[in-house]
């Protein structure tokens, strides 16, 4: 059954809201798409703050068009799904990215990365960087690898002469 213009227009006004609070979109052209992909790709998203939908290519440009985003027809080309990021801007892409990598009736489109559309070589790039907690993690180690050297230079010393007493104690005796 058809929609009716209201409905439409509450598509358009509740796509408009999810890209002006995402940090990153990602648009993947899916075909042979099943429910079981559907409720997989879902629970997987939800783990990581991305969430998905799917939407009709018109309403979707229109939501682009609102939110200041200049998106042609042929940048957007078979069925869409839509992932958003809300928390990570690397979340969807690396999601959707994975999730396409096995599967050749899924490929990536584009995307949306700080305001402006990027075609699927950016959102490909894009997806091959570390998560925010990954890059979290490795400042975390960079700033313990002084400290952590500082004490074992100190623990080094300790252990020398320890080692000296000893082989004195052992000379003795």
Do not use: C, H, W
């Not at 995402?22 to 648009?27: E, W």
């Not at 992909?37 to 629970?43: F, G, I, K, M, V």
């Not at 990598?101 to 949306?112: A, S, Y």
């Not at 700033?143 to 500082?150: Q, R, T, W």
């Amino acid at each position: 059954m058809p929609k009716t213009r209201a409905e439409k227009e509450q598509i358009i006004a509740d796509l408009s809201d999810k890209l002006g609070k995402m940090k990153s979109a990602v648009f993947t052209s899916v075909s042979g798409y099943t429910m079981e992909d559907a409720n997989e790709l879902r629970s997987k998203g939800r783990e990581q703050g991305v969430e998905l939908l799917v939407a009709k290519k018109t309403l979707l440009i229109r939501a682009l068009e609102a939110n200041g985003f200049k998106v042609g027809k042929d940048d957007l080309q078979g069925s869409i799904l839509t992932s958003f990021g809300y928390d990570d801007e690397v979340a969807a892409a690396k999601l959707m990215a994975e999730y396409a990598k096995d599967r050749e009736d899924i490929k990536l489109v584009g995307g949306i990365l700080e305001g402006e559309f990027v075609d699927s070589a950016a959102v490909t790039q894009l997806s091959s960087l570390p998560s925010k907690e990954e890059l979290l993690a490795k400042v975390v180690g960079s700033l313990n690898a002084p400290v952590s050297g500082f004490v074992n230079v100190l623990a080094g010393n300790l252990r020398g002469l320890v080692y000296a007493l000893n082989a004195i104690k052992e000379a003795k005796s």
